[in-house]
């Protein structure tokens, strides 16, 4: 039977892992200047019950602004249906955008997608004629957006950037679950 410092070790070590994933990503997905013209795709991610912008909504809306108003990409497209609940992801993070100064000439809607996939295959002939793209989510899902950016739009791959921050200990609980729901949707890709 293995000791109790051992085992608790070894949880420790497992959840960090998700934190240290995290940063990791992050820390690979640091948008650069862009080459020419530049625009920016976010995910999408449920808004909360009663409508209001979540907290991951947010990391992602000021990470996209502030790449686009940096680098003045045009245009922003913020993608996801109502998924989860009534209420469009998208609207939902289009108010929070403006709220921090993106020009609403700037941003484009896309309300019909329920995954990243079709977040994705919905929003690229948005971004027809831009020079760099910014794929904005979270450090670890930024990264499959531009997987599936790649799978999907494969001529203009080599114009598609990942795009997150890193915010130590935040909903630290979430980070578990998605890291490995990440991991997960990792290797099914490698499979397919």
């Not at 929003?123 to 004629?129: D, N």
């Not at 001529?155 to 979430?174: E, K, S, T």
């Amino acid at each position: 039977m293995l000791p109790k410092a051992c085992i608790a070790g070894g949880v420790i070590i497992l959840l960090f892992s998700a934190e240290f994933s995290f940063w990791l990503g992050s820390t690979n997905a640091q948008a650069s200047p862009p080459e020419g013209t530049c625009g920016v795709l976010v995910l999408g991610y449920p808004s909360r019950s009663d409508g209001l912008l979540s907290a991951e909504q947010r990391d992602r809306v000021e990470t996209a602004v502030s790449v686009a108003l940096t680098y003045k990409c045009d245009p922003v497209v913020i993608s996801g249906g109502s998924v989860h609940n009534e209420f469009s992801e998208a609207a939902t993070m289009a108010l929070q955008a403006v709220k921090l100064g993106l020009p609403r000439k700037s941003i484009r809607l896309e309300e019909k997608a329920t995954s990243t996939i079709e977040n994705v295959r919905f929003s690229a002939p948005k971004l027809e004629g831009v020079g760099t793209i910014y794929i904005v989510s979270n450090g670890l899902h930024a990264h499959r957006g531009v997987r599936d950016f790649c799978r999907e739009v494969p001529n203009r791959c080599g114009q598609v950037r990942p795009a997150a921050r890193y915010y130590p200990f935040r909903r630290y609980f979430l980070k578990f679950p998605a890291a490995l729901h990440e991991g997960l949707a990792r290797l099914k890709s490698s499979f397919t």
